[in-house]
Nanobody
Framework: QVQLVESGGGLVQPGGPLRLSCAASESIFGMYAVGWYRQAPGKQRELVAAIRRGGSTNYADSVKGRFTISRDNAKNTAYLQMNSLKPEDSAIYYC????????????????WGQGTQVTVSA
C-alpha cells in the first residue's frame, strides 16, 4: 500500500524556520487536495493549511503570514514552509492528501501520513 511520508520536522528555536515535505512512498498517478494538520498534546487535530491542485490555498488564522503551503505537481510532493515559529506551534504535523494510486483502481482516495514532530523551544 502507498504511504504518505512527512519529513523535515525537528527542534527549532522560537523565531526560526522549518520546512516540512509530504510525498508518497512510491509512484502515484496524481495528488489532488493536500492539507497539513497538527495535533498538540491534549488538543484536537486542527487544519493548518490546505492547497488544491490548481494552487488555491487557505490557512488557519494562527499561521497566516508565517506559514506557506506549496506543491510540486510534477513530483507529487507538498511542502509547508514555517517561519517565525512560536512555542505554541509545537505539535505533531500530519499530511493529508487525496491521491490516485494503482491500488485504488484509478479512483482518488484519502491518505494520512504518520506525522512528524515539530518542537519550538529555546
Amino acid at each position: 500500500q502507498v504511504q504518505l511520508v512527512e519529513s523535515g520536522g525537528g527542534l527549532v528555536q522560537p523565531g526560526g524556520p522549518l520546512r516540512l515535505s509530504c510525498a508518497a512512498s512510491e509512484s502515484i498517478f496524481g495528488m489532488y487536495a493536500v492539507g497539513w494538520y497538527r495535533q498538540a498534546p491534549g488538543k484536537q487535530r486542527e487544519l493548518v493549511a490546505a492547497i488544491r491542485r490548481g494552487g488555491s490555498t487557505n490557512y488557519a488564522d494562527s499561521v497566516k503570514g508565517r506559514f506557506t503551503i506549496s506543491r510540486d505537481n510534477a513530483k507529487n510532493t507538498a511542502y509547508l514552509q514555517m517561519n517565525s515559529l512560536k512555542p505554541e506551534d509545537s505539535a505533531i504535523y500530519y499530511c493529508n492528501a487525496v491521491i490516485v494510486t494503482r491500488y485504488g483502481l484509478g479512483y482518488p482516495e484519502n491518505y494520512w501520513g504518520q506525522g512528524t514532530q515539530v518542537t519550538v523551544s529555546a
